[in-house]
């Protein structure tokens, strides 16, 4: 057995142990320290380890253990794409477990927590190093058990609840269509390991069947629209560090499992793949973020914010595929290359900004934005921090979402050389709609931070707030730390990817490292290059000189007033702009087609002293088209299949009978 194989094997059994301890002792006054110190110890060696390997480019490693099916084992597997997503999966656990050392503290039932988090990180960890289907869907399977059990940690609230059993249903549809996928790829030898399942090359039907189960099974658990509406219920439900950790880090551990068995297992695809999962892609990025501008409570609207990533990392795979598939290898690395550093930010700043909505919910009790405001005087520190989150998910330079997003665009700008016309079509499209939903980002973050933090607080309990622990502070300053540093130091990040690139598309990047002026260069200098450390030497010049000059030479001509209150004399918290109205603008233009919105309002007769009211109506189409007709007929088949539970014993006997003599003449007639 590999030496490095074998220690990251150790991680996972680690994680158990210590999953167990948390059972035994999570009672304790001293628990949380203990289990988050060991989790964070664990995820830590395992994350150097992973990386060394990614750094150093050390190929390919294997292990068998004789657990799992008789006479076949578990099968692991250690190459440059199981390295890089073992990074992403062990930096959020060691980023996560230092946040929980603080925010832990304040969990009301810690022993619904923690025994279900070192087992969550363990389950994650095995699907990236399973090299069989049995393993990997074993390990699938584990790591939605132990998530859904995180999300079930407040059991008492009905919403939680409900988000907990559409989580689970969403979930075991998910591994029914991975468990029909890996059937096909295994074909008629019904081999599981996933060596045999490279050399297999299925025939097209198959090959896009199995593709379209990917979608289902992996875009399930990622949320790809319509097969998202666990996700805004499940990841608000959790405790804010798992819903960072299942947003930023679980949704990748789908992604991983999508590429592992499109790109790698698969074998060539067709350009036909690549419009599909464009159209997906693009099509879940703008509905994500509308869904995400609608919101008022602060830890759903992250999560459709996720909805939105997860649509432009697929775009991405998309336009991959559609490259691969026209022997593009080039361009096929930008686009792959594009879609993996995309997981590596959102994994940075989706993580700070669920974090820093703890910090909100620790220090005010609060999520409702309609509630908050002014933290910005009272979280000085959070309220900086989760500022960098927002500039950084808002894909403005010269932090990390820019640096990954303009890769994208570089990729979509390849695509007149494709030679499908559907394509050359398809793509700008695709394009305009990956624009559309960073526009719309934007805003979206815009009325994050103002409503949260600025303008004057609107409860009592904003007023009482105050800065949350130093465990919690660390762990979100080191997060935006690598928001910036990946900014500003792109080319490090995508020479890294080159060991992953270059098995699974036949090409990498240019080294980007040798630019000068540590400037990235995707294609050529005569086509396209960006320097973020530049661009942070002028923004930082460039303010500070803005700011001297108006303290120097303006401040003479500063007045003070009185705010203007809308008429009122008195001006009142409420009569700031709310979450709500913020997004009505966008609402309108829309809310048509997206929501099926409508607007209804309620004017007193002329006279009265009763207010006008203003009603907003929204659905969730993809809710109501897909899930509401299936839950109906379920309900409908239970109810009428009710009253069997209440048969004597002579008229269950009767049924067994008739059920016996049906299954006898099927197979009297069967050929």
Known sequence: MNSTVALLLCGPAAFLASAIMAAAASRLA?????????????????LVTAASHLAGNLGEASATLPLGLPWTGARFRLDGLSAFFLVVVNFGG????????????????????????????????????ANDAFSFLLSWEFMSLASWALVMAHHRDEANRRAGYIYLVMASFGTMALLLAFGLLAGPAGTYAFDAMRTAHPDRFAAGAVLVLMLLGAGSKAGLVPLHAWLPLAHPAAPSHVSALMSGIMTKVAIYGFIRVVFDLLGEPAWWSGVAVLLIGGVTAVLGI?????????????????IENIGVIFASLGLALAFKANAMPSAAALAFTAALFHVLNHSFFKSLLFFGAGAVLSATGERDMEKLGGLIHRLPVTSFVFLIGCVSISALPPFNGFASEWLVFQAIL????????????????VGGMLALSAALAAACFVKTFGITFLGRARSAAVERAHEVDRWSLAAMAVLAAFCLLAGILPGFVIDSLSTVTLPLVGE?????????????????????????????????????LAAFFIHRFASHALRRGIAWGCGFPDAVPAAQYTAVSFAQPIRRVFGGFAFRSRETVDMPAPGALEPARLKVEMHDVAWEVFYQPITGAIDFATERLNHLQFLTIRRYLTLVFLYLVILLLVLALWP
């Open 94 to 129: 060691t980023i996560t477990s230092l946040y929980g050392l603080g925010y832990g503290r304040h969990e009301s039932q810690p022993h619904r927590v923690l025994p279900f988090y070192p087992a969550f990180l363990a389950g994650m960890n095995l699907v990236v190093l």
């Open 30 to 46: 001293a628990a949380t320290r203990l289990v988050y110190g060991a989790t964070l110890a664990i995820s830590a060696v395992l």
């Open 414 to 429: 390849r695509s007149p050389e494709l030679p499908q016309w559907g394509l050359k079509v398809i793509v700008p499209a």
């Open 508 to 544: 990498r990047m240019p080294v980007q490292m040798a630019q000068p002026w540590l400037s990235i260069v995707p294609i050529a200098e005569s086509r396209s290059s960006y320097n973020g450390l530049l661009v942070l030497v002028f923004i930082t010049v460039s303010a500070s």
């Open 290 to 306: 509308l869904h995400a501008l609608m919101e008022k409570d602060l830890k759903r609207l992250l999560a459709y914010s996720t």
